[in-house]
């Protein structure tokens, strides 16, 4: 039966009904989807090579890449013909950056062309399959098996280890998850914006649902639930975060909250961490196939070399130094769909090769910016990444900045009790002194600030992109 009818029984089944299929679903994510074996094998190789020399990392990704490239050139047709044309050969490839003799790989290329970088000895009956956000575009169909799925997971598990979780394989936890968990015909009154997965030890909270008027009684499912950990979306535990400080109420104290699918300004992990009690954990890694990043317990967010080939490159596809911004492209030693220098639209910036206080010698990335689609450009300015302009204004619970055209900046908030001119003036100030002071500001005030594909939360929205220079040095 195809996944609209399984979707209508859900949303016509009672509330205990939802949870048992919301149970059942985690059931098959956890049997059918993964491997306790291998996760638990990936695991245990990933807390010994955490501490690896330089030396090893690098040794272990050239033995990795040449293994994928002889699949690639060998089983998967884009890159058989890019052979072809290239006329290269595994043994040119002797370091990691030897990378650099294959093109860089965009999402436009892949999309609607999915079979062409598959593995064409894998029977994809033995596959999930999946697709990513399509938060810039049309979603692109990805696939994995049991092996690389439990492979991604691990090394989760390790950053669950690094936080100090009892149990870093299934701890109890309260994930803030874009998924459809709450129907659209429920009823408000019901005030349930949350489902069981006991299977997988969570207590799911709808993103799509959040509003200062349902955090209330998203506390109060959280103090019931007591999660060791909290993890998902920043947006949501923000909004939770704030509304709580003003009604006074109480969150439960996690051991620790990891955040993933938005950008994580340092300010706002302060916030959380002052209003949760725990250290904030940061996570990059996409639905598409990617390398892992995640901070270490000091703070600071390591690529995790293990997983693949992290790139950070120029306009023109070249390295860029340390300490420069640049667009993310990623090579991850996954199997069943390999792409290599896959560029997300991601920009960050990577640190100078000092030793963290954690001591590991994993690559240090200093800032992630965002995608190149939430970064906003004024003639008279340039590009502006990371517009803090809502810091400091403690009675907006939430707001998103939209640009309109070139003159024209349009932004929506949600007001908390205690807004008021001062603060809407403040906010217009700040936008001046950061974007153009003689740019056209025009401010709505809404009850919730809609997400966008994925539930994701965006705090720049772009809608004349297309028409920015392409050199991105000038930031």
Not at 35 to 41: R, T
Not at 430 to 447: A, D, G, P, Y
Request: aromatic share 10%.
């Amino acid at each position: 039966m195809d996944h609209n009818f399984w979707e209508k029984i859900y949303c016509q089944a009672p509330l205990w009904l939802q949870n048992v299929m919301t149970s059942a679903k985690g059931m098959q994510f956890r049997y059918q989807r993964g491997s306790d074996k291998i996760l638990h094998e990936k695991f245990y190789f990933l807390l010994e090579s955490q501490y690896w020399t330089y030396d090893q990392i690098r040794d272990y990704q050239v033995q990795q890449l040449r293994q994928l490239l002889q699949i690639a050139f060998n089983h998967v047709p884009y890159y058989r013909d890019l052979r072809r044309d290239l006329k290269c050969n595994i043994e040119d490839f002797k370091e990691p950056e030897d990378i650099r003799l294959l093109p860089t790989l965009r999402k436009s290329q892949v999309r609607g062309n999915e079979s062409l970088f598959l593995d064409q000895r894998i029977d994809l009956k033995n596959c999930h399959k999946g697709s990513t956000s399509g938060t810039t575009g049309t979603p692109i169909i990805v696939y994995g098996d049991k092996e690389s799925f439990s492979r991604k997971w691990a090394f989760v598990c390790r950053l669950r280890h690094w936080a100090g979780l009892r149990n870093p394989f299934y701890p109890k936890r309260a994930q803030f998850t874009a998924r459809h968990i709450v129907p659209y015909n429920q009823s408000p009154e019901t005030r349930v914006y949350w489902r069981y997965n006991l299977p997988g030890r969570s207590l799911l909270c709808s993103t799509a649902n959040i509003s200062p008027e349902a955090v209330p009684f998203y506390v109060k499912a959280l103090q019931d639930f007591n999660p060791e950990l909290i993890d998902g979306m920043p947006s949501s535990m923000l909004v939770l975060a704030r509304v709580n400080r003003r009604l006074g109420l109480h969150l439960p104290k996690p051991k620790a909250m990891i955040t993933t699918a938005e950008t994580l300004l340092p300010e706002h992990r302060q916030e959380l961490q002052e209003t949760f009690g725990c250290k904030v954990f940061n996570q990059y890694s996409a639905t598409d196939p990617s390398c892992f990043w995640c901070d270490c317990e000091y703070g600071v967010m390591h690529d995790n070399p293990e997983s693949g080939i992290s790139e950070i490159l120029d306009e023109n596809d070249k390295p860029v130094q340390n300490g420069t911004v640049g667009e993310v492209a990623f090579t991850p030693f996954s199997r069943v769909m390999i792409f290599i220098r896959y560029k997300l639209g991601d920009l960050a910036v990577k640190d100078s090769q000092r030793l963290c206080l954690c001591g590991r010698n994993m690559p240090i990335i200093k800032n992630l910016h965002g995608r190149k689609d939430d970064i906003l450009y004024v003639p008279d300015r340039g590009y502006i990444p990371d517009t803090s302009v809502f810091s400091g204004l403690s009675n907006i619970i939430e707001g998103q900045v939209i640009q309109e055209n070139f003159d024209h900046i349009r932004v929506l908030l949600v007001p908390d009790e205690g807004y008021n001119q001062e603060v809407e003036s403040r906010l217009i100030n700040n936008l001046r002194f950061q974007i153009s002071s003689s740019i056209n500001i025009t401010i709505e005030k809404v009850e919730k600030v809609p997400r966008g594909a994925g539930g994701k939360f965006r705090s720049i929205i772009t809608k004349i992109g297309h028409l920015y220079p392409d050199d991105m040095s000038l930031y």
